[in-house]
């Protein structure tokens, strides 16, 4: 059974600072991976998918990696702003996704 | 009307009940979805419909009853709730519910926030 661990669990950053958020998993027999971010009592937004041939993904100000061997992937925010502050979540997708408990960011006029 | 969307946005019912969240969806996609996002732990599927046909039934207890009367909408029907089903339940959609590919990117309404008092 695919699991899911995002670290950290909370952050609160000053405003214009790059940052990396981080997420595993355990079965690395994955076909893609989707960041999500979801607002307070809102539905998801979908961020980025990338492929398991893939290694990157980048929209805006924000670039996705991964490494399906080390069941590992990290979002990196640039220059972060105090819209971006939510919940991130991660979600490797097997047979379906999977998903963390996600990364509550604060970012701080 | 763009996107995936919800309705109702709040639902409050008793345990005896019975109402019904409705989810549409404006992609042309073939495949939709449940989540249920309770407080403090992840997003949990309970079921997957692919062309109308339920594909998926994660171990849902039959208080819960989905139906997809077409590809463009999926009801999810609640009769005898308990309070611990209070949670946030979340529809998604995508192109095909097949394995593998960007077809299975998924898109997400805003969700049904339900309380069972």
Redesign the interface.
């Known amino acids: 059974k695919q699991e899911?661990t995002q670290i950290p669990a909370a952050l609160s950053v000053p405003e214009g600072e790059n940052l990396v958020l981080n997420c595993s998993f355990t079965d690395s027999a994955i076909?893609?991976l989707?960041w999500?971010r979801q607002d307070p009592?809102?539905?998801?937004?979908?961020l980025l998918?990338i492929?398991?041939s893939q290694r990157e993904q980048t929209s805006g100000r924000l670039n996705a990696s991964l490494d399906k061997s080390s069941g590992r992937s990290t979002l990196y925010i640039a220059a972060s702003q105090p819209g971006d502050s939510a919940t991130y979540?991660c979600?490797p997708?097997?047979?379906?996704?999977?998903?963390?408990?996600?990364t509550q960011l604060t970012v701080n006029p | 009307e763009t996107g995936?969307t919800?309705t109702p946005r709040h639902l409050v019912m008793g345990m005896t009940n019975k109402k019904s969240l409705k989810c549409e969806q404006h992609l042309g996609h073939n495949a939709m979805y449940w989540y249920k996002q309770s407080a403090?732990?992840?997003?949990e599927?309970m079921f997957?419909y692919s062309l109308e046909e339920r594909v998926?039934n994660n171990s849902v207890p039959s208080r819960f009853s989905p139906e997809c009367p077409n590809s463009s909408h999926l009801f999810l029907h609640l009769h005898t709730l308990q309070p611990e089903d209070s949670a946030?339940y979340?529809c998604?959609s995508s192109q095909d519910a097949v394995?593998?590919?960007?077809y299975?990117?998924?898109?997400?309404?805003?969700?049904t926030?339900l309380t069972v008092l």
């Open positions: 899911v076909y893609n989707q999500f009592g809102k539905g998801l937004t979908s998918l492929q398991s979540l979600a997708s097997g047979s379906r996704l999977t998903f963390g408990e996600g | 995936v919800q403090k732990k992840p997003l599927l997957v998926e946030l979340l998604a394995e593998g590919g960007s299975n990117e998924q898109f997400f309404g805003p969700g926030r």
